[in-house]
């Protein structure tokens, strides 16, 4: 069976073989408890985690102790929400988060807005972009933390981290960056760029599924966390329950081929972007492109399709497996918080479809693709005038 050109990698991606490769072992022969100390089984795996830990720190310039394993950039996100909420709780009761983000983020807060919790939810510009005078104006003697993610999975927006970070830092309030969909796209330093609490996955960038981590600042600030998980007390008691070896090996063979190559593939998903781009915009010149034009992940192409329904030309490109906006919202059947968020109207933001390319696709893919696309949306335009004919044929 011939399957559809896979253009959906900000929901996931594919894991590179290089990957697979390295993780099957300890599928297999090195099986052991990462927390059996006592003989060479455990140590084996005690070694591949710490190993796995270090390729993480210095991925994002910080210390391998400040780096716990999680099953993902979800519970990464809620311990470091609820665990900084409970922990900061006398400091004051508001969070600062904008409203783009994830829903690991957005539920998360609405979740600590149950517990009395004040959150601010920053609005962004029609581009995506957070305003970090925004940032600032929103900040009381009550804030604790600042939530802003580093690129949008929907839009690829690039939020201005940096800047954000420094404000933080000023007013002495904790940061936290959802990096899932930029760790190993974009170049992240947790010091220059004053983040506190890091959240990113292995999965966004040719991982397995099942693995992420939170980095936790643990000098200048100290982050304190309250414990979500008890139990015997793995990652130096943040996160118990036994460590997934063979996904932190894939994890961190996943950062290392990321970061070789993180140039030449941002550059050449960059030119693939383009050639998709341009190639539904020479025959339907009036898609609307979502997010920043030049502040954006190489790998995004948002579009908005106007007069036409997203989810329709989804179902009808059958040669090609995208999405409307994220993965978690395409479940529903309202509009994507993001796309409204940019000021589109409901009808507009029903047009919306992510295109996101990765590693393994080619460029006669993307040719392939395009013609997909700009058959659909020729067939759909062409029913359009041919009903609203008739609806007026039947009003004569
Ligand atoms: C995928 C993603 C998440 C969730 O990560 P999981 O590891 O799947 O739980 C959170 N935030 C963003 C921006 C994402 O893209």
Redesign the pocket.
């Known amino acids: 069976m011939n399957r559809p050109i896979y253009l959906d990698n ?1 929901a996931t991606t594919p894991p590179d073989p290089e990957v697979v490769k390295a993780m099957l072992p300890y599928f297999q022969e090195k099986f052991g408890n990462a927390a059996s100390v006592h003989h060479s089984y455990g140590q084996e795996g005690k070694e591949a985690v710490e190993q796995g830990r270090r390729v993480m720190a210095e991925s994002i310039q910080g210390s391998p102790r400040e780096i716990i394993f999680t099953s ?3 519970e990464a ?1 809620n311990l470091a929400l609820k665990g900084v909420a409970e922990k900061y709780i006398d400091r004051g009761q508001h969070i600062i988060t904008q409203v783009t983000e ?1 829903k ?1 983020v957005l539920d998360t807060c609405n979740y600590l807005v149950r517990k009395g919790w004040k959150v601010t939810t920053l609005p962004v510009d029609s581009k995506g972009m957070v305003n970090p005078s925004h940032v600032t104006n929103a900040i009381t003697r009550e804030t604790v933390l600042v939530a802003i ?1 580093h690129a949008n ?1 929907e839009i690829g927006t690039i939020q201005p981290v940096q800047e954000i970070g420094t404000i933080c830092r000023q007013k002495n309030i904790l940061f936290m960056v ?1 990096a ?2 930029s760790f190993g796209k974009l170049d992240l330093n947790v010091k220059s760029m004053n983040i506190n609490l890091l959240a990113a ?1 292995a ?2 960038l040719y991982g397995p599924k099942g693995i ?1 981590f939170l980095f936790v600042s643990q000098k200048d600030p100290k982050v304190e966390l309250q414990i979500q998980m008890e139990g015997g007390g793995h990652e130096r008691g943040f996160r118990s329950g036994t460590l997934a070896v063979p996904l932190i090996v894939g994890f961190a063979r996943a950062v290392e081929l990321s970061l070789e190559c993180i140039n030449k593939e941002n550059l050449r998903l960059g030119e693939l972007r383009d050639q998709l781009y341009s190639g539904i915009r020479v025959i339907h010149p009036e898609v609307i492109l979502n997010g920043s034009r030049d502040k954006r992940l190489a790998h995004n192409l948002s579009l908005c399709f106007p007069g036409l329904d997203g989810e329709t030309m989804i179902m009808k490109m059958k040669g090609i497996a995208c999405s409307t906006g994220s993965a978690c919202s395409s479940a529903s059947l309202e509009p994507s918080h993001v796309i409204k968020a940019l000021g589109r109207d409901t009808e507009l933001a029903h047009s919306a479809i992510r295109f996101s390319l990765g590693r393994f696709n080619t460029t006669a893919e993307i040719d392939t693709a395009i013609s997909v696309i700009n058959r659909v949306v020729r067939d759909l335009k062409e029913k359009k005038l041919h009903r609203r004919r008739i609806h007026a044929d039947g009003f004569e």
Request: aromatic share 0%.
């Open positions: 900000q993902g950039a979800t996100i994830h690991a993610m999975n959802d899932c969909q996955t999965h966004k992420g």
